[in-house]
């Protein structure tokens, strides 16, 4: 028998299941892999890839010489497994076409990302824009949610190609392990995602210590014209009895005329430095 049904009707279809099997589905005792001497259970997130809002899904998967049941936590979950299943000649083909169908369009989600995580960046280098950390925070998110979702499946496919019970033929393994060379391919482009995400976090932070250092230097070439101004200031406000400066008719223009002085030879030498 192949169907696809809800958790809680597990007991309807004891006379399928094996009694240790239904126990643990019906308690909730199910373990990511169970592989026994007759039959194999698992349980896996089944994320929506598309709708990252969208929370997982639980299904748990029941697999013996006879039968194949789909056992579903939520209805948007039994109405995905119902649209991805379809009843084949044997239940490992079954089994192969449904996980077939679960990754049918996953390249092309990730390339989405990808050209959408590139033309963040793009416009970050464009134009600062200050919700680009969110952007960075969202992206990361996102990423190690399909992470260890790809890893949970790498897992589930690793242990399907063991076949330690013997339920699948060889052909049955072959197929397996095509899916099992393309979860690991998608579960690589994840991880090179997020490192491509870091080296952007990285970058970002990278730009804002720049412009930080750059409004630093402007502070202190600032300081660096004033400064002689303040000593010539200081020295001058003294207002000691015998200052020859002070009874000199020019000596206010004089003063005036050494600070703008000052200030000009300052300035041209910064920026023969390059520091303005």
Request: charged fraction near 25%; glycine fraction near 4%; charge should be negative.
């Amino acid at each position: 028998m192949q169907k696809v049904i809800y958790m809680d009707e597990a007991g309807q279809y004891a006379e399928y299941i094996a009694p240790k099997a239904e126990r643990c589905i019906s308690q909730g005792l199910t373990d990511t892999f169970e592989c026994y001497k007759n039959y194999t259970l698992f349980i896996f997130p089944m994320y929506d890839i598309h709708k990252s809002s969208q929370a997982a899904d639980q299904v748990v998967v029941y697999i013996d010489h006879e039968d194949l049941i789909f056992l579903c936590e939520t209805q948007h979950g039994y109405e995905r497994v119902t649209g991805m299943f379809a009843k084949e000649e044997t239940n490992e083909r079954a089994l192969w076409g449904f996980f077939q169908n679960l990754l049918k369009h996953d390249m092309d989600n990730l390339e989405d990302i990808e050209c959408e995580v590139a033309d963040a960046e793009m416009a970050a280098m464009v134009r600062f824009h200050s919700d680009y950390i969110r952007k960075i925070i969202a992206y990361r998110k996102e990423l190690l949610r399909l992470k260890r979702y790809y890893e949970q499946l790498d897992t589930i496919m690793d242990s399907l190609i063991l076949n330690e019970n013997k339920l699948f033929t060889e052909e049955g393994i072959c197929r397996f392990t095509i899916l099992a060379r393309r979860t690991t391919r998608y579960l690589g482009n994840v991880l090179n995602l997020r490192d491509y995400v870091t080296q952007m976090r990285e970058a970002y932070q990278s730009q804002i210590d720049i412009e930080q250092n750059n409004l630093m230097r402007l502070f202190t070439v600032i300081t660096a014209i004033f400064m002689p101004l303040t000593l010539m200031t200081g020295w001058y406000g003294m207002n000691f009895a015998y200052m020859p400066e002070m009874q000199w008719r020019y000596a206010y223009p004089v003063f005036a005329g050494a600070s703008a002085l000052v200030c000009t030879v300052l300035l041209i030498f910064f920026k023969k430095k390059g520091w303005i």
